[in-house]
């Protein structure tokens, strides 16, 4: 029934929308849907409405995509879930469509009427839509049949589902290459509710067609299904029935399969078990870390330190950091980026001995790589070797790379190194700090790009949090107050921002003392950008110096600068004077 005070919608209105020229007009219609569904009232839904959606399914591929997924949110409006039946025929049509979105939709939300509706409903209407879709003349509708079993099969009679398996089973052989992917695709979720007694039997048929597929797009959906019917399995079934697969797939002809495999590699282990992977997988992975075809390597080189993590340590020392070795010289710097992104997380795989004497080299080597993301990725995981080793020797060994590193001329590398700093300060300790960093992070705030800058003042608030107020006065406070006279604007600019972040953490003493008379210095400057940062500087320290710098110093500084011939200048000043205004009512 329509809501209390709202009319009937007219259906005739709706025909004339959705036969509107304007396909905006008519999106917005079906977008209403629910609307339209809720003024007609549940009865006009299913006369009305349901019926002239099914008769009028031949549109744009952006009016049917929102018509599938409005269609799949109407059970509340038709009755319930006992009338959620007259639900599935417009979407049955829209499984037939040639564009794969709407298809796509339509499955899904034929999927989620299917999940709610009652049992008897599904043997009387849902089962026969999916047997109809799946001898469908058009292999659009075979394709989107396939998704619709898992749904369809817990429901069904035993002779219904005996003809349902022997259906899948056609399709895992159909014609048309498309369905079989579309099977392939989802003969693990129908795996699933297929009972155990048939799992061995006919869902590995089907398995075994989908792995001898000669369409590699086929075989490579195939190798998904190794891992979704291996955890239906066990590890004893798995191992005997799915791991010949998986040596197979890792020795494709199709490097789209052989890669698959490699980036698959964690979890098909998981599911054969750790004896298994131990004794037969170590050799296929092995040949893909080893591939001919660079994407292979990247996937197998991603994938190493979950590998090891299953072997043992003397497996992985003795057979997979050889092809690690090789892959840190690999020629494709995408191969050297995806190893550099995990093996600082074989350290705690491997130990102390086996990081020191197998690892370290390694690292070295691609602390140096030429290409910047490799650099990159080493330096963001240093602190999983130093759980490992110990800050001392990771000083000795890596430091030095990492100073050089940072004078790198890629920004982006010197932008990692900085924001590594003060987690690497804390492990390393003041004195270490004083002596090998400090400088480079004075250097920062001078930094050609903004970015670097950016970072290196919000760098030194890091550091006056990780070592205190009184170290940052006596080690950053005189370097950073002398570079506030630099000649060039822009790091003068820098330096009022550092002061901005830092003040909070010094206190309000250290703040009146040593900062707010350089700042209030710096309101003089004849470069108006200094001058409006000046404003937004002091407006930060409102809530850091007292109620009686604010009025004493803070306040007569921005009066002046209220008067200066720039309008940014004036427009900034007034905001700081506004907020010293809001606080001094608050209090």
Not at 9 to 23: A, Q
Not at 66 to 74: D, F, I, P, R, T
Not at 204 to 212: A, I, K
Not at 297 to 316: H, L, Y
Request: charged share 20%; net charge negative.
């Amino acid at each position: 029934m329509a809501a209390a005070g709202e009319p009937l919608y007219p259906i005739v209105v709706l025909i004339d929308e959705l036969k509107n020229e304007d396909i905006q007009l008519r999106l917005n219609s079906i977008r209403r849907l629910s609307t339209i569904a809720r003024a007609l009232g549940e009865e006009r839904t299913r006369k009305e409405l349901i019926p002239f959606m099914i008769e009028n399914n031949d549109d744009d591929d952006e009016v049917l995509l929102a018509m599938a997924e409005a269609v799949g949110n109407l059970i509340p409006y038709v009755g319930g879930v006992e009338h959620a039946s007259v639900l599935l025929a417009p979407l049955e049509g829209l499984c037939s469509v040639e564009e794969s979105s709407v298809r796509e939709k339509a499955v899904a939300s034929l999927c989620q009427i299917g999940s709610q509706m009652r049992e008897s409903d599904l043997v009387e209407f849902f089962v026969p839509l999916v047997k109809r879709l799946a001898v469908g003349e058009w292999f659009t509708a075979r394709v989107s049949s396939c998704g619709l079993f898992h749904i369809a099969y817990p429901s069904a009679p035993e002779n219904i589902k005996n003809e349902l398996r022997t259906i899948y089973g056609q399709l895992c052989q159909d014609d048309m290459p498309m369905v079989r992917r579309a099977a392939a695709t989802n003969l693990g979720k129908f795996a699933a509710t297929v009972e155990p007694s048939h799992l061995k039997t006919n869902i590995m048929s089907m398995f075994g067609d989908l792995t001898q597929d000669d369409q590699d797009s086929v075989r490579l959906l195939a190798v998904e299904g190794c891992v979704s019917i291996g955890k239906l399995l066990g590890p004893q079934d798995c191992a005997s029935q799915i791991l010949p697969d998986i040596i197979n797939f890792s020795q494709d002809k199709s490097w789209r399969v052989r890669y698959m495999v490699a980036n698959q590699l964690y979890d098909l282990c998981e599911a054969v078990g750790q004896e298994a992977t131990r004794t037969e997988l170590v050799p296929a992975f092995v040949r893909l870390l080893r591939d001919n075809e660079a994407e292979v390597r990247i996937a197998a080189a991603g994938k190493v330190t979950k590998f090891c993590a299953i072997v043992n340590p003397e497996i992985s020392i003795q057979h997979i950091l050889p092809c690690v070795k090789e892959l840190s010289n690999d020629s494709s710097q995408h191969v050297r980026s995806a190893l550099a992104s995990v093996i600082m997380g074989m350290a705690p795989v491997l130990g102390k001995d086996g990081t020191i004497d197998q690892l370290l080299p390694i690292f070295l080597s691609l602390l140096k790589d030429e290409f910047p993301d490799v650099r990159l990725n080493i330096i963001s995981k240093l602190d999983q070797v130093n759980q490992v080793i110990g800050i001392d020797l990771l000083s000795q060994s890596l430091l030095p790379a990492i100073v050089e590193l940072a004078e790198d001329k890629h920004w982006r590398v010197r932008l990692a190194i900085i924001e590594y700093i003060p987690l690497l300060a804390s492990q390393l300790g003041v004195q270490f700090f004083d002596d090998k960093l400090g400088a480079l992070c004075m250097q920062w705030l001078k930094d050609k790009v903004y970015s670097i800058r950016e970072a290196a003042a919000n760098n030194v608030k890091r550091l006056a949090e990780e070592f205190g107020p009184e170290w940052a006065m006596h080690h950053i406070i005189p370097q950073v107050l002398e570079m506030i006279n630099d000649p060039h604007y822009l790091y003068r600019m820098t330096i009022l921002s550092a002061i901005s972040l830092v003040a909070p953490v010094l206190g309000s003493e250290i703040t009146c003392s040593k900062l707010l008379p350089v700042i209030v210095t710096a309101a003089k400057d004849r470069v108006p950008n200094i001058k409006f940062t000046v404003a937004k500087v002091l407006q930060s320290l409102i809530s850091v110096v007292d109620h009686s710098v604010v009025e004493n110093t803070i306040r007569p500084c921005l009066v002046e600068l209220t008067n200066d011939p720039d309008v940014d200048v004036r427009f900034f000043a007034n905001q700081a004077l506004r907020a010293i205004d809001q606080v001094m009512m608050s209090t």
